[in-house]
């Protein structure tokens, strides 16, 4: 049972414009949500994460939008650079789960020039 | 501060042998998890440690252990090695929502090749 999925594997997006990476989810009990990066041989890297009491959260050139009705969010980059091609994994954890993460699938974004 | 470290960071085995990952957390951090990572069943939750206990765990089989020392360092062992345990093993170290966070910081992974 994938509870949290990210139904597009791959989004190719021009320097310059907006990427936008979608994840959905079926767990309404999840409270806490993340966003990695993750390049080739390297561990995820920690990007930007927002509590359910939320529904944006902005870091520089990433943001995160939660809609808990839709049980859907989403990850803004803006401007989009080609450093930023990488695979992306959203996260989710319950509560009283301060450590277990349940991860989508990934999404491989690719900026081209 | 240093980050997460973890070794080897490649291994090969053979069938029915056991095999021990190791993995140094940052600094700080009391919280190790670790994460198997295949191209199959993306990443998925194995258990975690927090102060020498394991605090969760995920559905994965008994062949699968860790242990956490006073130091945070973790070690996860896997007993009677099968060809789908051929993956990325993935440590994370966290502050285990301690002043409202719950990023886990991840290290780079150990290879696994099970022949």
């Known amino acids: 049972d994938q509870q949290v999925k990210q139904n597009s594997p791959s989004l190719s997006v021009q320097e310059g414009r907006i990427s936008i990476l979608n994840c959905d989810y079926t767990n309404s009990m999840f409270d806490y949500f993340l966003w990695y990066k993750k390049y080739p041989a390297e561990g995820p890297t920690f990007l930007i994460s927002i509590s359910s009491i939320k529904d944006k959260n902005e870091d520089g050139r990433f943001t995160v939008f939660l809609n808990k009705s839709a049980k859907h969010l989403s990850l803004h980059i803006v401007p989009s650079q080609p450093g930023d091609s990488a695979v992306y994994f959203c996260?989710?954890?319950?509560?009283?789960?301060?450590?277990?993460?349940?991860f989508g699938t990934g999404t491989r974004l690719q900026v081209t020039l | 501060k240093a980050g997460v470290t973890q070794t080897p960071r490649y291994l090969i085995k053979t069938r029915g042998q056991q095999v021990t990952l190791s993995c140094s957390p940052i600094?700080?951090?009391?919280?190790v998890s670790w994460y198997q990572q295949t191209p199959g069943q993306g990443l998925q939750f194995l258990f975690e440690y927090f102060s020498e206990t394991q605090r969760n765990k995920g559905n994965f089989p008994g062949r699968f252990s860790g242990r956490q020392f006073s130091n945070s360092r973790s070690e996860m062992n896997v007993s009677t090695l099968e060809l789908g345990d051929s993956a990325l093993y993935l440590c994370?170290?966290?502050?285990?929502?301690?002043?409202?966070?719950?990023?886990?910081?991840f290290g780079p992974g150990t290879r696994l090749t099970v022949t």
């Open positions: 600094s700080g951090h009391r919280s």
């Open positions: 996260a989710a954890k319950r509560p009283g789960t301060a450590s277990k993460l349940t």
């Open positions: 994370a170290s966290s502050l285990a929502g301690t002043s409202g966070t719950y990023e886990q910081y």
